[in-house]
């Protein structure tokens, strides 16, 4: 079992920076982040491998750089010329399920994260 908790989040302008934590208890084979807005879908923001191998939504590429510390038991999102876009609830995740090869891409997918944070809204307005 893992437990994340996530922090960092808050209110900015449009243009402006945050950058979000997540603690976890232990560290996993893969953590990512995950957004979620009202009436739709969480969706995979990015994620990153214990080897460093990292994936990006097309949304957010160049813009967010997700990073970890050397235990991997800290995870961060720097999120950089936030857009209104931008806002949404994000959520923690961390999974343990195994890669075909190092170079193999962290999916961005729900339901290969078993652990999940409580979330931290994030609101960027014009």
């Known amino acids: 079992q893992v437990q994340l908790v996530e922090s960092g989040g808050g209110s900015v302008q449009s243009g402006g920076s945050l950058r979000l934590s997540c603690k976890a208890t232990?560290?996993?084979?893969?953590m990512g982040w995950f957004r979620q807005t009202p009436g739709k879908e969480r969706e995979g923001v990015a994620a990153?491998?214990?080897?460093?191998?990292?994936n990006y939504a097309d949304s957010v590429k160049g813009r967010f750089t997700i990073s970890q510390d050397d235990f991997k038991t800290t995870l961060y999102l720097q999120m950089n010329s936030l857009k209104p876009e931008d806002t949404a609830m994000y959520y923690c995740?961390?999974?343990?399920?195994?890669?075909?090869?190092?170079?193999?891409?962290?999916?961005?997918?729900?339901?290969?994260?078993?652990?999940w944070g409580q979330g931290t809204q994030v609101t960027v307005s014009s």
């Open positions: 990153i491998r214990v080897n460093g191998v990292t």
């Open positions: 232990r560290p996993s084979n893969y």
């Open positions: 995740a961390a999974g343990n399920r195994r890669f075909p090869s190092s170079f193999s891409v962290p999916d961005l997918n729900r339901g290969d994260f078993d652990y």
